[in-house]
Structure formats: structure tokens, C-alpha cells
């Protein structure tokens, strides 16, 4: 706990955990024990990379930067209680706030380099002919590969019948309707918090989150999907179970989507 007022748990045995396990077995704990070995500065430079609490630049209607709680990185909080409350906070997405593009874009960045940037529009249609959107070549600095490829063999296993993962449902599910194996086709990460928000007649209530982050192909990332739902009334209301199917059948379809003439909005 580290002084703070809860412990940090997780919502089932993970046992013995590897770095690709905390990611399979979405381990809050596992999370906890990476973050704090990060220094401060460390943290802001990776919410700085990701673009955590940035604008996207897109000029949407009530579009909000969100980021980390104003007194996360005050000078006046001592290093313990940083370290007890937001290091282990922000390891497994709690004291931030982001949006759903914001959440994207630091998904693409991860892929493709901390310089990318989400963009709305695959191509251009003048004069009857369509031009592909260049690609960005200069989105450096970039991870090493064999760290990349070591996250998404991770996220692979996220969506496959392992009893631990936390994307097995949706894996069963799609076997048991259209019989496709998502294991190796798919990569994702499940998320579930609880959060405060303000409702429309201003008052505020308790939601709980459920998200699902999925790419495919898994060993080549091409499409990315992203989804969030929000409930006040299911205890039990897990990303894997509820966010995660939407995304792969969006992803499935995306893959369907081979003739060359045939342009889409896409972010990867």
C-alpha cells in the first residue's frame, strides 16, 4: 500500500507475474510495481510522449485536452507521496483524464513513433481521382523493436482462450459465432474503472468505464479501434465482456475491406 488509504488489488489470483503476464492478466499490482520505478520527471516525460492532457488539434465541438490532476507533479509534494498515491495512480490510468482520440493517438504512437499524430482522412478525391494522405516518415524518436514486438505479442495473448486473459470472452465469443480464431489475429487491452462525471442536469453520479483498445493484423498493425462504454447500473461491467466485441467486429470488417478503390476513414 505504501501508506495509501486502499491497497492496491487486483480482482483475481495472477500468481507469479512476467512483464507480458501484467499485460495478459491486466494486473493492477503488476502495473503498480513497473510505474514505481519511474522518478517523476520520468512520468511527465511519458505523459509528455503519449500526449496525455494535449489537444489533438482537430477543433471538434467540446473537445477536452483532459491530462493529470493539477497537484499530480507540484513541487511541494514529497517524492513518498508521489510515489504512494500518483505513480501507482497513473500505472494502471487512474488520477488522468483522456479522451477516446487522445487514447488512439497514443496507441498509434506507440506503433509508429511519439511524433505521430491521428489524422481523419485516408485520401482526397480531385477531379475524379483519389490521392492518398502521405505518410508521415519523421515521427521519431521511436522504441526499439524488440519492444514493440515484445507489447504486442502481449496484447496477442490478451485475446485468446487463456484462462487468465482478460479478452477471453470476446475470443470465445467470435469462435462461437463466425468460428474465427482472434489468437494471433487480434491484439487488444481491456480497461475498467469507475469515474465521477457531471450529468446534463448538472448533478453528478458514479459511472463505471468499460474499454477495449484492439489492432489487427496482430503481427502488423494496420487498424486500430478504440471503445468506451459507461454504465450507473452493472456492478460487474468489464471491458473484455461488454467494450471488447464491438471493437473486434469493427476490426474483422475493417480487415474485409481489400479492394483498392474503396477508401475509408483510418488512423493507422
Request: charged fraction near 20%; hydrophobic fraction near 40%; glycine fraction near 10%.
Amino acid at each position: 500500500s505504501l501508506g495509501r488509504r486502499k491497497a492496491v488489488r487486483d480482482d483475481h489470483d495472477c500468481g507469479l507475474l512476467t512483464p507480458h503476464g501484467i499485460i495478459v492478466n491486466s494486473s493492477n499490482i503488476g502495473a503498480a510495481l513497473v510505474g514505481l520505478q519511474l522518478t517523476r520527471p520520468q512520468w511527465q516525460d511519458y505523459m509528455l510522449g503519449y500526449g496525455i492532457g494535449q489537444s489533438l488539434g482537430l477543433n471538434l465541438p467540446g473537445e477536452s485536452r483532459g491530462g493529470n490532476h493539477h497537484r499530480s507533479f507540484a513541487e511541494e509534494i514529497k517524492i513518498r507521496s508521489f510515489r504512494a498515491n500518483s505513480a501507482i495512480s497513473f500505472s494502471f490510468g487512474y488520477e488522468m483524464t483522456a479522451t477516446v482520440m487522445q487514447v488512439a493517438r497514443a496507441y498509434v504512437r506507440m506503433f509508429r513513433g511519439l511524433g505521430a499524430e491521428l489524422r481523419l482522412v485516408k485520401g482526397l478525391e480531385l477531379d475524379g481521382q483519389m490521392h492518398d494522405v502521405p505518410a508521415k516518415q519523421d515521427v521519431s524518436p521511436s522504441y526499439r523493436p524488440e519492444v514493440i514486438n515484445a507489447i504486442r505479442r502481449a496484447m496477442s495473448d490478451v485475446v485468446s482462450n487463456d484462462s487468465h486473459a482478460t479478452g477471453r470472452f470476446v475470443h470465445q465469443q467470435i469462435m462461437k459465432e463466425s468460428g474465427v480464431d482472434l489468437h494471433g489475429l487480434v491484439g487488444g487491452k481491456t480497461g475498467t474503472a469507475v469515474s465521477p462525471v457531471r450529468l446534463l442536469d448538472g448533478s453528478r453520479a458514479t459511472m463505471r468505464n468499460a474499454s477495449f483498445v484492439g489492432f489487427l493484423p496482430a503481427d502488423n498493425p494496420r487498424w486500430l479501434a478504440v471503445c468506451v462504454l459507461q454504465s450507473d447500473v452493472v456492478s460487474r461491467f468489464y471491458g473484455g465482456r461488454y467494450a471488447a466485441p464491438p471493437a473486434v467486429k469493427l476490426l474483422l470488417q475493417c480487415q474485409k475491406q481489400t479492394t483498392p478503390t474503396k477508401y475509408t476513414h483510418g488512423i493507422l
